[in-house]
C-alpha cells in the first residue's frame, strides 16, 4: 500500500492571528493575575484552605474538608510541598474538634510558621492555572457551538472578566468550583450529540468531570438537578426512536455517571471510611455505623443548614436580613458585572435564540446559568457573588456566540447591520480594559451604574468589595502619609501586627482582639475622639450586631471618607 501523504499546507493567517491574539491574552492575564495578587493580604477564608488543603497533603485525612471539599484545597497546597519546614498544629486541640478548622488555620499561618507572605503567594498560583484552564476550557467549547471564530471571545471573557479574575487570584474553591462544573456540563453536551449510541469514552470523561466539580465545591450539587433538566430536554440531534426514548438514554448516562462520579469523589477523599458523623437529630442515628467519606456527607449537611439560615446576617442596599434576600444575587449580577456585558447578554440571548439555527445550543447556555441563578436565590447564604460565579462562564460562553457564522450580518434596530465577529471583538475589548482600569483591585468591582468601585460598600460588602486584601496597601499607605498609626476597624483574619503595623483596634470581624470590642468600643460613637481611623467597609456596617444595636460607627456612616486604601478600607481623618 502506498504511504499516505502528510498534509503539508500552512495554516491560514487567520489562524496564525487567532494563536498569536491568545498568546497575548494569556500574558496579559498572567502579569496582571500576579501583580495584583502579590499586593492582596491574605483574604478573610484563605488561611482555612491553605491550612485545610496542606494537612490533606500531609496527613492524607480529610476530616477539615467539612464544608470544602479536598481537591482545589489540595492543588493550592502543592506548591508547599517545596517547603518541607512547614509546620502544622496536628498537636492542637483544634485538630480533634469537628470545626476547629478556625483556630487550626489561625495557628498554622500566624502562630507555628513565619513566611505568610511565600506561603500565600505559592498557595494562590495554582488557582491562576484553573483560570487559564478555564478559559481553555471556554476556548474548545465555544469553538465546538459557534466555530473557530467564537474560541478567541470566549477565551477573552473568561480571562479578563473582573470577578473571575477577581477570584482566579486567591486559595479559595470558588474558581474551581466554577471551571469543573463549566467543565462537566460542556462535556455532557459533548456526550449527549451521539444520539443512537453509548458512547462509553465520553460517558468516562464526563463522569470524571461531574466528580471533578463535586469534589472542588460543595455547591456544585445544585448542577445536579440543572443537569438533569437538561438531558430531558430535546436540545441535541435528533434519535432515530423518538424523542422520549432519547431523553431517557441520556438521563440513564446522567445518572450512571453521577454513580461513577461518586468513586471518584471518594477517591479524591482519600478512600475515607469511618463512622457518620450527622449533627441532625434524624440522621444521627446513622452515626453507629461506618461508611465511605462520612467527611463528604457531614459537608453536606452542614451546607444544607446553612442555606438555610444563613451563616450572618445578609446586607443588602444598606438593608439587613437574618434569612437573606431574594434580590441579592440578582442586584449583585446587576452592580458587579461590567456594564458591556450587561447589554450583550440580553442582546446575544435575542440573537442565538431567534434564530432556528442556534437556539439549542443557546438554550444550553442559557437555562444552566438561568436555573443555577435561580437556586442562589433561595439560599440564606448572602455572603458574596462568588457563591454564583458557576453561571457566569455559560454567559459569557453565549456572548462569544455572537462570532457565530449564523450570527454574521445581522441587522440591529432593523436596519443597522452589525456584524457579530466585530461586536464580539468589541466586547472583549471593553472587557479588557476594565481590568486593566480596576487592575489592581479585581474584588472591589462595581461597574459606574452602581457608583463604581468608590461606592461599592454601600450596595454590598463582605467578599463582593472587603475581603481583607488590602492590609498591606494600608501598610503602605501609612508610610506614605507619614501616618504613624491608626485605629483599626479591621475585617479579615490576617493578622496586622505580623506587617509592623502600629494600630489599637476597634470593633471588628475575623479576629478576636476585635470582635471583642463590639460591645465595649473603646472610643466615643456619639463623638469620636481625633484620630486617624481606617474602618474597612465590612466592619463599618456592624454586621455582628442586631439593626437597632448598629451604633457604633454611624457617626462614620454618616460621613464621606477622608481617604481610601483600596476600596475596602475606609480612612477617616477626625480632627
Not at 482519600?270 to 434524624?282: A, D, E, R
Request: aromatic share 12%; charged share 15%.
Amino acid at each position: 500500500m502506498a504511504p499516505t501523504r502528510l498534509d503539508t499546507r500552512r495554516p491560514g493567517r487567520a489562524a496564525v492571528a487567532r494563536v498569536w491574539l491568545a498568546t497575548a491574552a494569556l500574558l496579559l492575564f498572567f502579569f496582571l493575575a500576579i501583580d495584583s495578587l502579590a499586593g492582596d493580604s491574605p483574604t478573610m477564608d484563605e488561611q482555612n484552605h491553605i491550612a485545610r488543603g496542606l494537612a490533606f497533603l500531609r496527613t492524607g485525612d480529610p476530616r477539615l474538608s467539612l464544608e470544602h471539599p479536598p481537591l482545589v484545597n489540595a492543588l493550592s497546597a502543592l506548591p508547599l510541598l517545596t517547603m518541607p519546614e512547614l509546620r502544622l498544629p496536628t498537636d492542637h486541640a483544634s485538630w480533634e474538634r469537628r470545626e476547629g478548622w478556625y483556630e487550626f488555620a489561625d495557628l498554622f499561618l500566624w502562630q507555628y510558621n513565619h513566611d505568610v507572605d511565600r506561603i500565600v503567594f505559592l498557595a494562590r498560583l495554582p488557582v491562576v492555572l484553573l483560570l487559564i484552564g478555564l478559559a481553555l476550557t471556554g476556548y474548545r467549547y465555544a469553538r465546538a457551538l459557534w466555530g473557530a471564530s467564537a474560541g478567541l471571545p470566549a477565551l477573552g471573557l473568561l480571562l479578563f472578566e473582573p470577578n473571575l479574575l477577581a477570584h482566579g487570584r486567591y486559595a479559595t474553591t470558588d474558581l474551581g468550583g466554577t471551571l469543573f462544573t463549566f467543565l462537566a456540563t460542556a462535556l455532557l453536551w459533548r456526550l449527549w450529540q451521539a444520539p443512537g449510541r453509548w458512547n462509553w469514552r465520553r460517558w468516562a470523561w464526563a463522569a470524571l468531570a461531574v466528580g471533578l466539580a463535586i469534589g472542588s465545591k460543595m455547591t456544585a450539587l445544585g448542577f445536579v438537578p440543572i443537569w438533569g433538566v437538561l438531558a430531558l430536554l430535546p436540545l441535541y440531534p435528533a434519535a432515530e426512536r423518538g424523542q422520549a426514548r432519547a431523553a431517557g438514554r441520556r438521563l440513564a448516562q446522567l445518572a450512571t455517571a453521577g454513580l461513577a462520579a461518586l468513586v471518584v469523589l471518594w477517591a479524591i477523599y482519600g478512600f475515607q471510611w469511618g463512622p457518620f458523623q450527622f449533627i441532625s437529630p434524624v440522621l444521627q442515628p446513622l452515626n453507629s455505623v461506618a461508611g465511605p467519606m462520612p467527611t463528604f456527607w457531614a459537608g453536606v449537611e452542614q451546607i444544607a443548614r446553612l442555606g438555610g439560615s444563613g451563616r450572618s446576617q445578609s446586607f443588602l442596599l444598606g438593608r439587613f436580613s437574618d434569612s437573606g434576600f431574594v434580590a441579592y444575587f440578582p442586584v449583585a449580577f446587576a452592580v458587579k458585572t461590567p456594564l458591556v456585558l450587561l447589554a450583550a447578554i440580553p442582546l446575544a440571548a435575542v440573537w442565538l435564540l431567534g434564530d432556528g439555527r442556534t437556539r439549542r445550543r443557546a438554550l444550553f447556555l442559557l437555562l444552566p446559568a438561568l436555573l443555577y441563578f435561580a437556586i442562589t436565590m433561595v439560599s440564606a447564604l448572602n455572603i458574596g457573588y462568588r457563591h454564583a460565579l458557576p453561571a457566569l462562564p455559560h454567559l459569557l460562553a453565549l456572548v462569544a456566540g455572537l462570532a457565530a457564522p449564523e450570527a454574521a450580518g445581522r441587522r440591529l434596530f432593523g436596519s443597522v447591520a452589525l456584524g457579530g465577529r466585530r461586536l464580539a471583538a468589541a466586547v472583549v475589548a471593553v472587557v479588557i480594559a476594565v481590568a486593566l482600569w480596576i487592575h489592581p483591585h479585581y474584588l472591589s468591582y462595581f461597574n459606574l451604574a452602581a457608583g463604581g468601585p468608590a461606592n461599592g460598600y454601600r450596595v454590598l460588602i463582605d467578599s463582593n468589595v472587603d475581603w481583607g486584601q488590602d492590609l498591606l496597601r494600608l501598610r503602605d499607605w501609612m508610610a506614605a502619609t507619614g501616618t504613624p498609626s491608626v485605629r483599626l476597624g479591621w475585617f479579615g483574619t490576617a493578622d496586622p501586627g505580623y506587617y509592623g503595623l502600629a494600630y489599637e483596634p476597634l470593633p471588628g470581624i475575623g479576629r478576636d482582639a476585635f470582635f471583642r470590642l463590639w460591645w465595649a468600643p473603646p472610643f466615643n460613637p456619639e463623638q469620636p475622639e481625633p484620630g486617624v481611623y481606617a474602618i474597612s467597609a465590612t466592619s463599618l456596617w456592624e454586621t455582628p450586631l442586631r439593626p437597632e444595636e448598629k451604633r457604633v460607627y454611624a457617626w462614620f456612616r454618616a460621613r464621606e471618607p477622608s481617604a481610601r486604601v483600596g476600596y475596602s478600607i475606609l480612612i477617616y481623618d477626625v480632627p
